[in-house]
């Protein structure tokens, strides 16, 4: 099945997020040896392409976190050119949750929190299991990555355990230079292993 919901997710990173998760059919070699098996908080989801892709792969329960304030016009032209998928039925005056509303209409495992990563509690998302997986492309600020971090750490606001893998998007992203050395330094100060590509800019980690 082919994800063609518009974003900055390359096929390649699309793979990468894929084998995070697990599919038994699509016999997928894991990347921690194990399923998955626990709900899923994405933080910041835009149109729905990475959790799309999530949701091809696993049944649990994919909590996306995100405001959604705006329209595609708000973006800059470079970025909006960069998008990859089908941007052809995208209105770009047209409310981005409306057009996430219509890219997840398939997928009755994701559930919308319609909020800042500052404003969410775990609480909220209705699960009673800590989340398998947190997957980190929301605020790309320097104070938005540093809370989104510490709020996955086990016993933080995210409701992370030590089972929890922290993931994320735009790790040695040429413009976004800031988040390559934040999530290097948390991983060393808080004995996360570390996981990166010079292929592709998806990062992820779990403790040692």
């Not at 974003?7 to 699509?26: A, V």
């Not at 800031?178 to 292993?193: C, W």
């Not at 592709?200 to 040692?208: A, K, Q």
Request: charged share 25%; with cysteine; hydrophobic share 40%.
């Amino acid at each position: 099945m082919k994800n063609d919901v518009p974003g900055w997710m390359s096929e390649r990173e699309l793979d990468t997020l894929s084998r995070l998760l697990f599919d038994p059919i699509k016999g997928y070699e894991l990347v921690f040896n194990r399923p998955i098996d626990r709900p899923i908080l994405e933080l910041g989801s835009f149109l729905g392409r990475s959790a799309v892709q999530m949701a091809m792969f696993t049944l649990n329960r994919i909590i996306c976190v995100d405001p959604w304030d705006s329209t595609i016009n708000d973006f800059p032209e470079g970025a909006v050119a960069a998008l990859d998928g089908d941007m052809e039925y995208v209105n770009k005056y047209e409310s981005i949750y409306n057009l996430f509303l219509l890219n997840i209409r398939d997928d009755h495992n994701i559930f919308p929190i319609r909020m800042s990563s500052r404003e969410f509690h775990w609480v909220l998302s209705g699960c009673d299991d800590p989340p398998g997986l947190i997957f980190i492309d929301g605020d790309h600020s320097v104070p938005g990555v540093k809370f989104d971090l510490e709020a996955s750490l086990p016993g933080g606001q995210f409701g992370a355990d030590h089972r929890t893998i922290i993931a994320g998007h735009d790790y040695g992203h040429p413009y976004l230079p800031h988040i390559k050395p934040m999530v290097d330094e948390f991983a060393e100060k808080y004995r996360y292993k570390l996981h990166t590509s010079p292929e592709h800019t998806i990062f992820y980690m779990m403790r040692y």
